[in-house]
């Protein structure tokens, strides 16, 4: 992570790289003013010639010579007063750390907004100067990500990274909260950053041993232990279902278990079961060449809920918290299922097996199924599992299914909240019904002349969750980025974690 420190400095003499101000969509007022007036007007005259607004992630960067500390000044638009949240904060920190990286500054500072920027809107967390602070060094620090792993440094062309950034208070009184804020900020950017990485790692690199060790790496935290099941454990758990779409691969299968005891002892625990494919061929029913590299994303939700250990331990929660991997490869090899053979999940239930594409609800369905000994108080599913929710949703919002009214409300608010947004989906008794099979209690792909590819899927998994409250993610769409946005540049987008986080922190 990128050097941080929280200090309050005279804002004319500090020096920095760039000194990043956010601006309301209106005249320069406050402490923008007074830097107005310093630089002989030029973002009056800026607004006055309408190239810059305050329209939220609209930029204006002007050198200011030798009239401050600064090098240069960055003013980044922030929108209408009345709507600005938290998440237009990241949005424009995210957006103006980016614009100062491309435009080779090696150091940036944040003023802390006071006025009407520092007034974000409501939400259900601490102070509002707080708040700002933490917003700005989450949007920072994710969208100064970069996954250059597997790049040679070109020496005589190095590319600018931002070294350090700082935070700077209105004054002396306020350092210390704001350090709080910042720090939590980058605990949970940190982890939001690590599950980025599993998500971008090549499957070549990235295989079911490996996720397991990363589970390992958190379990050093306090209060966290990790426990990796292997396949002659899977078998005498009866897990036929994970076990089955594990045959088709070389790599051996992991189920990962890692439980953060951050409450009471006797307190029932929330369980996050993520799915982790570390590579989703189709298997016998193979997907086609086209973007098939793409699939090294499939155990984005496995990732995920490693994330949210990492930060509920990092945060020291007060909440415990069992995130559940199963993970495997989708190959298909000479000894991979085919189309119409039957398995047997751990909770007895035998599945018809008519695309083993539709791998994902297989796996999840033994991890389901131990998800239930812990009774737990909720539990989350999050899985790539269908193409079907992009049709649906496009990349900008995941679908959330379940059988829990007031878990899916909670969990649609801390989508909001985080600006990781959740659309709710039924769960019909027609789409239960469709997963029936002939010959078996379930098949894992319904007949033609369905449809709803996302709310079958789920309708699926709900055959093998008892009475927990239960909610499934489908982050298909969400969980890998094409298009850029403002702090989460193109790749492994970590959705999830910052969401799960906020929910666990109402608890
Ligand atoms: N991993 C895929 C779903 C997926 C598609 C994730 C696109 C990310 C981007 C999943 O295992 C899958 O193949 N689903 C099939 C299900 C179908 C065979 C019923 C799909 O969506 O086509
Ligand atoms: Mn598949
Ligand atoms: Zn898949």
Redesign the pocket.
């Known amino acids: 992570m990128i050097k941080t420190s929280v200090q309050a400095d005279d804002i004319f003499k500090h020096k920095t790289g760039c000194l990043i101000l956010l601006c309301p969509e209106k005249n320069p007022a406050g402490i923008l003013k007074k830097i107005d007036d310093q630089l002989n007007g030029v973002i009056t005259d800026a607004f006055t010639a309408k190239r810059f607004e305050g329209k939220l992630n609209q930029t204006l960067l002007q050198g200011v010579g030798r009239a401050m500390g600064a090098d240069a000044v960055l003013v980044v638009g922030l929108g209408k007063t009345k709507d600005i949240t938290e998440e237009q904060i990241r949005q424009a920190a995210g957006t103006a750390a980016k614009l100062a990286e491309k435009s080779k500054f090696q150091t940036l500072s944040f003023y802390l907004p006071g006025g009407d920027a520092g007034k974000v809107s409501k939400s259900h967390k601490g102070k509002s100067g707080d708040r700002v602070a933490g917003a700005l060094a989450e949007g920072a620090h994710l969208a100064l990500y970069h996954f250059d792993n597997y790049k040679s440094v070109d020496e005589e062309n190095p590319v600018n990274r931002i070294q350090k950034i700082v935070f700077l208070a209105e004054s002396k009184a306020k350092v210390n909260a704001m350090q709080k804020a910042v720090q939590q900020a980058e605990i949970l950017a940190e982890a939001v950053v690590d599950t980025r990485n599993l998500m971008h790692h090549p499957s070549n690199t990235a295989t079911p041993q490996f996720l397991a060790d990363a589970a390992k790496k958190i379990a050093r935290l306090p209060k966290v232990t990790c426990k990796v099941l292997e396949k002659k454990d899977m078998e005498k758990l009866k897990m036929g279902s994970l076990l089955g779409v594990a045959r088709g691969s070389h790599e051996p299968p992991k189920f990962i278990i890692l439980e953060y005891m951050g409450g009471k002892k006797n307190q029932a625990p929330v369980v996050i079961v993520g799915k982790g494919?570390t590579f989703?061929t189709?298997g016998i029913?193979l997907?086609p060449g086209a973007n098939m590299d793409?699939?090294k994303y499939?155990m984005s939700g496995g990732a995920v809920a490693l994330g949210v250990l990492q930060a509920a331990a990092g945060l020291k929660l007060p909440v415990n918290v069992v995130g559940l991997v199963p993970a495997t490869e989708n190959m298909p090899g000479g000894s991979a299922i085919k189309p119409g053979d039957i398995l047997t999940a751990s909770s007895g239930k035998t599945i018809e097996v008519l695309?083993t594409?539709?791998?994902?609800r297989l796996i999840l369905a033994d991890a389901l199924v131990y998800a239930q000994r812990y009774k737990p108080r909720a539990l989350i599913d999050l899985a790539?599992?269908?193409?079907?929710v992009?049709m649906a949703l496009g990349h900008v919002a995941s679908a959330v299914i379940g059988t829990d009214p007031a878990l899916i409300k909670k969990l649609i608010q801390s989508g909001t909240a985080t600006g990781e947004r959740l659309w709710e989906l039924p769960l019909y008794e027609e789409y239960e019904k469709a997963v029936k099979s002939d010959i078996a209690d379930l098949k894992n792909?319904t007949g033609p002349g369905v449809g709803a590819?996302t709310a079958t899927a789920a309708a699926f998994l709900r055959a093998f969750v008892e009475d927990a409250p239960w909610a499934h993610l489908d982050i298909?769409g969400t969980a890998w980025t094409s298009n850029e946005k403002p702090y989460v540049p193109k790749g492994g987008s970590g959705f999830g974690v910052r969401l799960l986080i906020d929910y666990l922190k109402t608890l």
């Open positions: 494919v989703d189709g029913s997907k793409e699939m499939d695309n594409d539709a791998e994902g790539t599992l269908t193409g079907a992009i792909i590819g298909a």
